[in-house]
Nanobody
Framework: HLVESGGGLVQAGGSLRLSCAAS????????MGWFRQAPGKEREFVAA????????YYADSVKGRFTISRDNAKNTVYLQMNSLKPEDTAVYYC?????????????????WGQGTRVTVSS
């Protein structure tokens, strides 16, 4: 069970920090990631982090602006989003999988949350 929070309305250039709290099982051995889906568009990969936190992978569109991190003691993964752009507007979903961050980037994941909406105004 994954629950996202932290979404909202922000102006272009602003920042938001998304959180994903896991419950019902321990996700410390899972790769975790974030996906997003904008209105009328397909879901796209945003970022992923390995179970240890030692490896991360980002979509080119967010590289240098977003940072994914995790706290296994709190069973929580974060997405710090800086320099937000209107094209970042989407519903952001947290996901988990026992695979690698690269298989997650290809769209493979076993668990996902309900999403949190991010709106970036110009």
């Amino acid at each position: 069970h994954l629950v996202e929070s932290g979404g909202g309305l922000v102006q272009a250039g602003g920042s938001l920090r998304l959180s994903c709290a896991a419950s019902g099982r321990t996700f410390s051995s899972y790769a975790m990631g974030w996906f997003r889906q904008a209105p009328g568009k397909e879901r796209e990969f945003v970022a992923a982090i390995s179970w240890s936190g030692g490896s991360t992978y980002y979509a080119d569109s967010v590289k240098g602006r977003f940072t994914i991190s995790r706290d296994n003691a709190k069973n929580t993964v974060y997405l710090q989003m800086n320099s937000l752009k209107p094209e970042d507007t989407a519903v952001y979903y947290c996901a988990a999988d026992l695979g690698t961050i690269w298989t997650m980037a290809s769209g493979k994941f076993s668990y996902w949350g309900q999403g949190t909406r991010v709106t970036v105004s110009s």
